[in-house]
C-alpha cells in the first residue's frame, strides 16, 4: 500500500512536483491556468505549496530588506518598512488577479505587518529587561530547567499529548454542528495538517469524486496521519543541530528528485529501444510499468475530462509577435531550420510533443490552429454522427486563406498539418474514381498549390484514421479486468470508421499527383494497427485508452506515437 501510493506521487503531475521541489509552485505554467480551477478539479496533488513557494521566496529576500534596514536608525527606519509595505501594497491593487495572488513582490506588504509587529513587541520587551550577574542567570535557568521537567512529567500522566490529539479528532468531526468550534489543539499539528490534507483528499477526490463517506473519511485520516508526523517525525526534526538539518534536507531532496525522474531513469537503463532510451523529456502520460486497472480507469476519465485543457499537455513559452491572435512562436534551441505546426484542435494536441522531439534542432515553432477548421479544404455540409463542440464550422471558409497566410508570414522550412477529417472525407462528387471533378480534392490541390511555395524542404500531413466511439471509453478498463469481455470485443465497440477511406483516398491521390518527394503522410492507422486482431487498436492491455471522447489522441496515445516524431525530427 506504501508503495502504491509512492508511485503514484512519483508519477502524478511530474511538472508540478519539480515546481514544489524548488518552490516555485505560484509561478503558473500557462496564462491560461487557473488556481481555483485546479483546487475545484483537484487534478494537482501540489496546487497547495504555492504558499510555501511564496514564503521561502521571501526567505530569500528578506535579508536584502534588513541589511538596508539596518543601516537605518530610529524614525528612518520605520519609514523605511512602511514605503516598503504601501509600494508592494500598491503592485497587489495594480496587478491582474494571478500576479497578485501568486507574486511574492505583491505580498511582501503582508509579510512586513509581521515585522513591524515584532519590531514593536522587540522595542517593548527590551525597555522591560533588567540585567543579572551571568551564575545568578545561569542558576535560574537550571531550576527552571528542573522544575518544568517535573511538570512535564506529571502532566504527561494526566494529560497525554495523544489523548490531546484524538480529542481533536473528535471535534473536527463536529464541523457540521451550528456552534462554533475553538481550534486550540489544532495549532500543535497545523503544518503537518497543511502539507498532508491535500495530496490525500486530490487522490481520493480523483478516485471516488461522487463518493462522500470516503471523502470525509479521506479528511479523517489526514488528521490522523498528521498527529503522528508531529509527534514523530516533525518534534524528531526539531530537536536536531543546524548540521544534522542541512544533512537531511540534502537526503530529502536527492530522494525527491529522483522519484520525480524515475521514469526517465529506467528508461535510461532500457535500451530494448534504442530510438526512446535515455528520453530527454518526461512522459506525457504518467503511466508506470506497474499501475493496474483501477489506474487505467482514473487516467482514461482524467484525460477524457481535461482533453487538450491537460496541464501536461499545454506547451508554455507562446510569444504572440504576430497580428493574427491564433498564431504562436515558441522558440527552439537548435540553429538548423524553422518549424511551422497547423491545423485544427489536432494541432493543437500535438504542439507539445512536436516541439519536444524537435526542439534540439529548430530555431523556432511557429503554430496556427482553428477548432473544426482543416487547413486544406473547408467542410460543405454539415458532419453528421461527431461529437464536437463545433459539428460544422461555415467560418472555416475564410480560415482557408488565413492558413496560407501563416506560412506565407512564416517561411518555414518544415511544416506539420495536424487536422482531424471532417471535409477530406465528405462524400464524392462523382466517386472515387473522378477526383478531378470533385469539389473538395480540387479545393484541397488548390490550397497544396498555394501553401507549397512558402514551405522550403518539407510538408508533413497527418493522414485520416478510424475515430472512437466516446461513450466506450471510459469502460475499457472495467471490461477488461472484469474479463466480461474480450480485448477484439471491446475494441469493436469503439470503432467508428465514419468514411475515414475517403479522406486516406484523398490525401494519398494528393501527394502522389500534386506534391511528390515534398510531401509526406503521417499515418496512424500502421502506427494502431493490431496484427493480432486484424484491426485499428483504441487503448493498450492494460486499458490505457490512445483516445480522448471528442477523437484526440490522448497524452498515452501521443506517447505511442513519439517514436514518429523523434524519428522525424532525427532524419529532417
Given at each position: 500500500?506504501?508503495?502504491k501510493?509512492?508511485e503514484?506521487?512519483?508519477?502524478f ?12 509552485s ?17 487534478m ?39 514605503c ?10 495594480a ?9 511574492v ?22 525597555n522591560?529587561?533588567f540585567?543579572?550577574?551571568l ?20 502532566e ?17 468531526m ?24 491535500w ?18 473519511s479521506?479528511?479523517?485520516i ?21 548540521n544534522?538539518?542541512?544533512?537531511l ?26 530510438v ?5 523529456y ?6 508506470t ?10 487516467l ?8 487538450i485543457r491537460?496541464?501536461k ?9 504576430f497580428?493574427?491572435?491564433?498564431w ?9 531550420y ?18 519536444q ?32 463542440a ?23 522550412d ?6 482531424r ?12 474514381d ?8 480540387l ?10 511555395p512558402?514551405?522550403?524542404?518539407k ?13 466506450e471509453?471510459?469502460?475499457i478498463?472495467d ?17 467508428d ?23 509526406e503522410?503521417i ?34 496515445g ?12 532525427s532524419?529532417?
Amino acid at each position: 500500500m506504501i508503495y502504491k501510493v509512492f508511485e503514484i506521487l512519483c508519477s502524478f503531475g511530474v511538472s508540478n512536483v519539480k515546481k514544489a521541489l524548488i518552490f516555485t509552485s505560484n509561478r503558473a505554467h500557462t496564462e491560461d491556468e487557473d488556481y481555483f480551477e485546479k483546487l475545484a478539479v483537484a487534478m494537482d496533488l501540489f496546487t497547495h505549496t504555492w504558499s510555501l513557494s511564496v514564503e521561502i521566496q521571501f526567505y530569500f529576500i528578506v535579508p536584502f530588506i534588513f541589511l538596508i534596514g539596518h543601516q537605518l536608525k530610529g524614525g528612518s527606519k520605520d519609514i523605511y518598512y512602511a514605503c516598503l509595505s504601501i509600494l508592494s501594497l500598491a503592485y497587489h491593487a495594480a496587478s491582474p488577479t494571478s500576479i497578485a495572488f501568486n507574486s511574492v513582490f505583491a505580498r511582501i506588504w503582508q509579510f512586513s505587518v509581521g515585522m513591524i509587529t515584532y519590531f514593536i513587541a522587540d522595542a517593548r520587551k527590551s525597555n522591560s529587561v533588567f540585567y543579572e550577574p551571568l551564575e545568578t542567570v545561569e542558576t535560574e535557568t537550571e531550576q527552571l530547567l528542573e522544575e518544568n521537567e517535573n511538570v512535564r512529567k506529571s502532566e504527561g500522566s494526566e494529560k497525554s499529548l495523544w489523548v490531546k490529539s484524538i480529542a481533536l479528532v473528535v471535534s473536527v468531526m463536529m464541523m457540521l454542528a451550528p456552534n462554533e468550534i475553538i481550534p486550540v489543539g489544532a495549532r500543535d499539528i497545523s503544518y503537518a495538517l497543511y502539507l498532508i490534507h491535500w495530496p490525500i483528499y486530490a487522490y481520493f477526490k480523483l478516485t471516488y469524486p461522487e463518493n462522500t463517506w470516503i471523502l470525509t473519511s479521506a479528511l479523517i485520516i489526514s488528521i490522523l496521519l498528521a498527529i503522528l508526523v508531529h509527534h514523530t517525525y516533525e518534534r524528531w526534526y526539531l530537536r536536531q543541530s543546524n548540521n544534522m538539518i542541512v544533512i537531511l534536507v540534502i537526503i530529502l531532496f536527492s530522494v525527491n528528485a529522483n522519484c520525480i525522474n524515475w521514469d526517465q531513469i529506467q528508461e535510461c537503463l532500457d535500451r530494448t529501444d534504442p530510438v526512446l532510451s535515455c528520453r530527454k523529456y518526461p512522459r506525457l502520460d504518467g503511466v508506470t510499468p506497474k499501475m493496474t486497472f483501477d489506474d487505467a480507469k482514473r487516467l482514461n476519465k482524467h484525460w477524457n475530462y481535461r482533453d487538450i485543457r491537460d496541464p501536461k499537455l499545454l506547451e508554455a513559452g507562446c510569444v504572440h509577435k504576430f497580428s493574427n491572435e491564433n498564431w504562436c512562436e515558441y522558440p527552439g534551441n537548435g540553429t538548423e531550420y524553422k518549424i511551422a505546426i497547423l491545423g485544427s484542435s489536432y494541432a493543437r494536441n500535438h504542439y507539445k510533443l512536436i516541439i519536444q522531439e524537435c526542439r534540439h534542432r529548430a530555431t523556432t515553432f511557429a503554430t496556427a490552429d482553428v477548432m473544426g477548421c482543416e487547413p486544406l479544404a473547408a467542410p460543405h455540409r454539415p458532419v453528421e454522427n461527431v461529437v464536437s463542440a463545433q459539428l460544422w464550422a461555415p467560418d472555416c471558409v475564410k480560415h482557408l486563406n488565413m492558413f496560407v497566410d501563416f506560412l506565407n508570414t512564416t517561411q518555414p522550412d518544415y511544416a506539420f498539418i495536424m487536422s482531424r477529417f471532417f471535409a477530406v472525407a465528405e462524400p464524392y462528387d462523382n466517386g472515387p474514381d473522378h477526383l478531378n471533378n470533385d469539389a473538395v480534392y480540387l479545393e484541397m490541390k488548390s490550397q497544396l498549390k498555394k501553401m507549397l511555395p512558402n514551405i522550403k524542404k518539407k510538408l508533413f500531413i497527418l493522414d485520416s484514421f478510424p475515430r472512437i466511439w466516446w461513450g466506450e471509453i471510459e469502460n475499457i478498463a472495467d471490461g477488461i479486468k472484469e474479463g466480461k469481455k474480450t480485448m477484439e470485443e471491446i475494441n469493436k465497440s469503439l470503432y467508428d470508421p465514419f468514411n475515414y477511406e475517403r479522406g486516406r483516398h484523398r490525401h494519398s491521390r494528393l501527394v502522389k499527383n500534386e506534391c511528390g518527394s515534398k510531401c509526406e503522410l503521417i499515418d496512424y492507422v500502421d502506427a494502431f494497427w493490431n496484427k493480432t486482431m486484424n484491426a485499428f487498436q483504441y487503448f493498450d492491455t492494460k486499458g490505457f485508452t490512445y483516445f480522448t471522447g471528442i477523437n484526440h489522441v490522448s497524452a498515452h496515445g501521443l506517447e505511442h506515437v513519439r517514436p514518429i516524431y523523434n524519428k522525424i525530427c532525427s532524419y529532417l
